[in-house]
């Protein structure tokens, strides 16, 4: 009898240690300091979208250039939610840069039914007129328990023709912060009504519509048989890679590996090309101007080459997540030059979660 009720004391103590090392916070103090919370196992609620290159929990009212955690499923997590198409960098074998991977203590994730509900919601595509890239039919709030890795500010570094350092995570590593998820509690889904077109936003956004664009963006994947850094996956990415952090195994001519994930279930025919030039764009433009745009200037300059692609393409409407139509081949001259920025500017802070 006592050796049982020792052996309930261990499995007590272990089970309210266990508790207490989970953090209560706010996405908004994780973004404040992002640094102070890596490593740690937090608890945080919010608003979380998966589109066609976002995967995140979100609190518009943080006032950061980014208002949102990346969420990052375990190693070999078998479930459907995550962005529709993403890009990630790494260094290459030959990169100067020295950039170990880092130890992280490893997450197990619980897929309990509040888990498999948050990943369906979230991976249930909307049933669309036209075309819709990444359109999933809700969003979710939700109270997220998982492992917060973290550096204060996300870089893309170069010194003369080589890169040597890469920080920050999810799409385009320009996320200060993600979650690698242990647990989900609290589902509460949110029906996206796509019957009608996304409230506007006040169109401050530098779109670039040149004619060159696609071109541009097909050169960046560089030429048949060419080594050029660049890599294609035409699966879904939604779990931590074996090699996140570290250098990659291959070399590449100015030292970056630059992975493209397209989920070719999501991405498919004219919607696959549009996709391309989404992120041919990316790439091009990081490689030109590493640090020169922000996260949000870079997706409005990508989804500057996405509607050239879709109106070259014949596309007679151009939808994105959360409902903001960014073509419309009916529109007037007049509808066109407020729609269009209104749409994006709209998309990239109220569905993103991007600042200034």
């Known amino acids: ?51 066609f290159d976002e995967f995140a929990v979100k609190n518009n009212s943080c006032n950061q250039a980014i208002n949102s955690i990346w969420i990052t499923y375990p190693a070999g997590t078998k479930a459907k939610a995550g962005p529709a198409a993403m890009l990630t960098l790494q260094l290459a074998k030959n990169s100067p840069g ?37 359109c999933v039919r809700s969003t979710v709030t939700a109270t997220l328990t998982g492992r ?14 080589m890169f040597t350092a890469v920080r920050g995570f999810g799409n385009l590593n320009r996320y200060p912060a993600r979650i690698v ?17 996304a409230t506007l936003g006040d169109g401050q956004v530098e779109l670039g519509l040149t004619a060159d664009l696609p071109a541009r963006a097909a050169t960046a994947f560089g030429a048949e048989g060419e080594q050029n850094g660049v890599g294609v996956d035409f699966d879904v990415t939604n779990t931590l890679r ?12 100015d030292g970056l590996l630059l992975a493209v994930y397209l989920d070719g279930d999501r991405l498919k025919e004219l919607a696959l090309s549009e996709a391309m030039a989404h992120m041919g764009t990316h790439i091009a ?21 996405t509607i050239l692609a879709a109106v070259n393409q ?29 749409a994006l500017s709209g998309f990239l802070t109220d569905w993103a979660g991007f600042g200034r």
């Open 1 to 51: 009898m006592v050796r049982k009720s020792f052996a309930f004391l261990c499995l007590l103590i272990a089970a309210v240690t266990a508790s207490a090392q989970v953090l209560e916070t706010k996405i908004c103090d994780v973004l404040a300091h992002p640094s102070a919370f890596d490593g740690k196992v937090v608890r945080l609620t919010g608003t979380v979208i998966a589109g």
């Open 314 to 342: 014949g596309e007679k409407l151009l939808t994105l997540p959360g409902g903001y139509v960014l073509w419309n081949q009916s529109w007037s001259e007049a509808e066109r030059q407020k729609a269009l920025p209104g």
């Open 285 to 305: 433009d990081l490689r030109e101007k590493p640090n020169g745009r922000s996260l949000s200037k870079l997706e409005a300059h990508a989804w500057s080459a």
């Open 181 to 197: 998820l242990q647990s989900v509690s609290n589902v509460i889904p949110g029906d996206i009504d796509y019957s009608k077109p």
């Open 98 to 134: 020295d950039q170990a991977a880092p130890k992280r203590t490893p997450v197990t994730l619980d897929a309990n039914k509040d888990f498999k509900q948050f990943d369906s919601l979230l991976s249930a595509q909307a049933k669309f007129m036209g075309r819709c890239l990444g």
């Open 148 to 161: 917060i890795d973290a550096v204060d500010q996300p870089a893309l570094e170069r010194t003369g023709k």
């Open 242 to 253: 074996k090699d996140d952090g570290g250098k990659g195994s291959v070399d590449s001519p």
